[in-house]
């Protein structure tokens, strides 16, 4: 049977900080569609519908609404999501694990495969990370659960303690780059059955710190973000997913 995946999600799905010399964003979905379809040696069919930006709400309901009406039907669906949700304050946890749990409900009734992935934590470095951690460290640890109840394959990235070194993340500290990436796809990979070892990145030298690096930190990453949210406005305002429909990955 033809694999059919489709990937939904925020950022992290979409691939931000994996970004090609094109100028477009790879991402761990993309990888893992071409693990696959090397995996199996046969092509696999594959749509990518995460916009960066999205909270949860919108994920598991019209990007998920999507995925499922696509024709042919979805086989795989990877469903990543709430980081957007846990920088906003005020955010109910409990909420984000009942809409995650619905999500999985709708799927297995449709009878698609899902693997389910917790964001990678950048709590340590980030402005208000303690807050960030624990809430990562509950939604993570009540979905989790859900891969008991519905039969989903849970890929727990949150807890990776590689993940979390410097050399994984883009200058913006929130985003993974290329080598973190790679990193999630190969546990992906792994967690399906495609034994595929995960990234390394080398120890290279310690990151130059300081009063001015983050004072810059803060000039380039952080106000353009509060910017945004004091406006109203989404880094993923009047975007669309990357690939709608099914596009072919061969097997390499």
Same mark, same amino acid.
């Given at each position: 049977?033809?694999?059919?995946?489709?990937?939904?999600?925020?950022s &992290?799905?979409?691939?931000? %900080?994996?970004? @090609?010399?094109?100028?477009?964003?790879? %991402?761990?979905?993309? @990888?893992?569609?071409?693990g696959?379809?090397?995996?199996?040696?046969?092509?696999?069919?594959?749509?990518?519908? *995460?916009?960066?930006?999205? /909270? /949860? %709400? +919108?994920?598991? $309901?019209?990007?998920?609404? #999507?995925?499922?009406?696509?024709? !042919?039907? !979805?086989?795989?669906?990877?469903? #990543?999501?709430g980081?957007?949700?846990?920088?906003?304050?005020?955010?109910?946890?409990s909420?984000?694990?009942?809409?995650?749990?619905?999500?999985?409900?709708?799927? *297995?009734?449709?009878?698609?495969? =899902? =693997? /389910?992935?917790?964001?990678?934590? !950048?709590?340590?470095?980030?402005?208000?990370? +303690?807050?960030?951690?624990?809430?990562?460290?509950?939604?993570? +640890?009540?979905?989790?659960?859900?891969?008991?109840?519905?039969?989903?394959?849970?890929?727990?990235?949150?807890?990776?303690?590689?993940?979390?070194?410097?050399?994984?993340?883009?200058?913006?500290?929130?985003?993974?780059?290329?080598? $973190?990436?790679?990193?999630v796809?190969?546990?992906?990979?792994?967690?399906?059955?495609?034994?595929?070892?995960?990234?390394v990145?080398? +120890?290279? !030298?310690?990151?130059?710190? %300081?009063?001015?690096?983050? *004072?810059?930190?803060?000039?380039?990453?952080?106000?353009?973000? @509060?910017?945004?949210?004091?406006? $109203?406005?989404?880094?993923?305002?009047?975007?669309?997913?990357? &690939?709608?429909?099914?596009?072919? =990955?061969? #097997? *390499?």
């Amino acid at each position: 049977m033809v694999t059919r995946y489709v990937a939904i999600g925020d950022s &992290y799905t979409e691939g931000l %900080g994996d970004t @090609l010399p094109d100028g477009t964003e790879r %991402g761990w979905a993309d @990888l893992v569609a071409s693990g696959l379809a090397a995996g199996q040696n046969e092509p696999v069919e594959y749509a990518n519908l *995460a916009i960066r930006g999205r /909270l /949860l %709400g +919108s994920i598991v $309901g019209e990007q998920l609404d #999507a995925a499922l009406a696509l024709s !042919p039907a !979805p086989t795989m669906l990877s469903l #990543a999501g709430g980081g957007n949700d846990m920088m906003r304050p005020g955010s109910d946890m409990s909420q984000l694990v009942g809409m995650t749990e619905r999500a999985l409900q709708r799927c *297995a009734d449709a009878g698609v495969q =899902v =693997v /389910l992935l917790s964001g990678a934590d !950048p709590s340590a470095r980030l402005p208000f990370g +303690s807050m960030m951690a624990r809430r990562g460290e509950e939604l993570t +640890s009540a979905v989790a659960k859900f891969a008991g109840d519905y039969g989903v394959t849970f890929v727990d990235v949150f807890h990776d303690q590689e993940i979390r070194r410097a050399g994984y993340w883009s200058a913006d500290r929130l985003h993974l780059n290329s080598a $973190g990436h790679r990193r999630v796809a190969g546990l992906v990979l792994s967690a399906l059955g495609h034994p595929t070892e995960a990234h390394v990145i080398d +120890s290279g !030298p310690a990151e130059r710190g %300081g009063v001015l690096a983050e *004072a810059r930190y803060y000039r380039e990453h952080v106000l353009p973000w @509060l910017n945004r949210r004091l406006r $109203g406005q989404s880094s993923g305002d009047d975007r669309t997913g990357k &690939y709608l429909d099914w596009i072919k =990955v061969e #097997a *390499a």
